[in-house]
C-alpha cells in the first residue's frame, strides 16, 4: 500500500505456506514481461516460490534482507538448493549476521552486514513540531517529555516503563509519559493489560497514550528523553529515529541495539528487565540538562554519519551493480 502511495507500480502474489506451483509460474511471466533485472526479497520464506520463478533466468541476482534471527537450523538438502541460487544476504545488525551464518547453508562470502537507514531530513530537530504535538496533548511547554514507541506488548518493554515512570513520578512532578504505538492483531490482551497497569499508577493526563502515528517524526519532537527498554530487537529503528531527532536515548543493551547505541556518548545502556537501573539511567538525564543536549546531538551525527538514508541507498545500489556485473561475465 505504501508503495502505491508513492505511484510504485505493484504486482501482488498472495501466498500462504510454501509451495505455489500456480503463483511461481505468474512471477517467473512477470519477470519475464517486465524484463526485470534484479530481485530482492525481505522475507526468507518467499523463496520457495522466487527461486522456482528464477531458473530460466540465471543472468538475474538474487538479494535476501534478514530483518530478524532463526531459531531452528535451516541446512538441510532442500534449504541448500534454495540458497544455492541466492547471491547476497544482507544482515541487519551484527547479531543477524551472525545468526545467518549459525543457521543458514550459506558462505561466507554470501552475508554482508547491512544496516538499514534512516531519513535524517524527515526525522530531525522540529520546534514548529514540538509545539503542535504538546498542545494536541495539553502537555505544557515547561514539562520534561519522556517516552517510549512501539507495539503495546511486553517485550518492548512497556511494564517496565511504565513502573520507571510511577518512581519517577513522585521526585519529578512536572514529568509527563508518552507511550506511542499501537496494537498488534492478535495481540489485544497483551495491550489492555499494559493499559490496566497504566490505570493502576493513578498518574492521570501525565501518562499518554498515542495510538499508532503515522507522523512518528513529529511525535518524537514532543519528547526530551527517549526510553526503549525491550527485551529483545533485531535492530532498533526506532532507536535510530529518536537518535536523528536529536533525542538522547536510554536502551536496552541487547542485540542489535548494540549496533546503534553508544554508551556514554549518544545515550546511556541497561540490561534488560532492569527497573531500577533504568529508572537510575532516566533520573540522570532529568537531572543533567546539559548530557542530555550532548547524547541528542552525537546521537544524531552518530545517524548522519552511519546510518543515513542516503549511505544505504548508495551501499544497496552497490551490490545491485557489482553482482549484475559478475551475472553477465
Same mark, same amino acid.
Given at each position: ?5 508513492? *505511484? ?15 503463483? @511461481? $509460474?505468474?512471477?517467473?511471466?512477470? +519477470? $519475464?514481461?517486465?524484463? @526485470? ?24 541476482? &538474487? ?16 534449504? $541448500?538448493? @534454495?540458497?544455492?541460487?541466492? %547471491? ?12 545467518? &551464518?549459525?543457521?543458514?547453508?550459506? $558462505?561466507?562470502?554470501?552475508? %554482508? ?25 495539553? /502537555?505544557? #511547554? ?7 514507541? *512501539?507495539? &503495546? ?38 495491550? #489492555?493489560? +499494559? ?12 501518562? /499518554? ?46 542485540? *542489535? ?43 544524531? %551525527? ?5 546510518? *543515513?538514508?542516503?549511505?544505504?541507498? %548508495? ?13 553477465? +561475465?
Amino acid at each position: 500500500r505504501d508503495a502505491q502511495e508513492r *505511484g510504485l507500480q505493484t504486482f501482488t502474489l498472495p501466498l500462504k505456506g510454501y509451495w505455489h506451483p500456480f503463483q @511461481i $509460474k505468474r512471477l517467473s511471466e512477470f +519477470i $519475464k514481461l517486465k524484463k @526485470i533485472q534484479i530481485v530482492h526479497s525481505h522475507y526468507s520464506r518467499d523463496l520457495w516460490t522466487i527461486v522456482p520463478a528464477l531458473k530460466n533466468f540465471p543472468s538475474i541476482p &538474487l538479494f535476501l534482507t534478514k530483518h530478524i534471527g532463526t531459531q531452528k537450523a535451516k541446512k538441510d538438502i532442500f534449504h $541448500k538448493k @534454495i540458497y544455492e541460487r541466492v %547471491d547476497k544476504v544482507l544482515a541487519n545488525s551484527r547479531v543477524i549476521y551472525g545468526n545467518i &551464518l549459525n543457521t543458514h547453508p550459506v $558462505k561466507r562470502s554470501q552475508v %554482508d552486514l547491512f544496516h538499514i537507514g534512516v531519513d535524517t531530513d524527515k526525522f530531525k530537530p522540529n520546534p514548529a513540531a514540538r509545539v503542535k504535538i504538546r498542545r494536541e496533548f495539553s /502537555i505544557p #511547554e515547561s514539562a520534561l517529555v519522556i517516552g517510549i514507541a *512501539g507495539r &503495546l506488548q511486553r517485550a518492548k518493554g512497556y511494564f517496565e516503563f511504565l513502573e520507571m515512570a510511577a518512581r519517577l513520578s513522585r521526585n519529578t512532578a512536572a514529568a509527563y509519559f508518552l507511550l506511542i504505538g499501537g496494537t498488534s492483531r492478535g495481540e489485544e490482551g497483551e495491550a #489492555e493489560r +499494559i493499559r490496566k497497569k497504566a490505570d493502576e499508577l493513578n498518574l492521570g493526563n501525565r501518562l /499518554i497514550f498515542t495510538g499508532f502515528r503515522k507522523d512518528l517524526e513529529q511525535v518524537l519532537q514532543a519528547l526530551d528523553i527517549f526510553v526503549f527498554p525491550s527485551y529483545a530487537e533485531a535492530y532498533g529503528l526506532v532507536v535510530l529515529e529518536a537518535m536523528a531527532s536529536g533525542l538522547p536515548v536510554v536502551s536496552s543493551d541487547c542485540d *542489535g541495539i548494540l549496533d546503534i547505541v553508544v554508551a556514554g556518548k549518544t545515550g546511556e545502556l541497561v540490561p534488560p528487565k532492569n527497573t531500577d537501573e533504568l529508572t537510575q539511567r532516566v533520573q540522570k538525564l532529568i537531572e543533567e540538562p546539559d548530557l542530555r543536549k550532548k547524547y541528542g546531538k552525537n546521537g544524531r %551525527d552518530r545517524v548522519k554519519e552511519t546510518f *543515513g538514508f542516503e549511505k544505504m541507498l %548508495d551501499k544497496l545500489e552497490g551490490y545491485y551493480r557489482t553482482n549484475l556485473s559478475e551475472k553477465q +561475465i
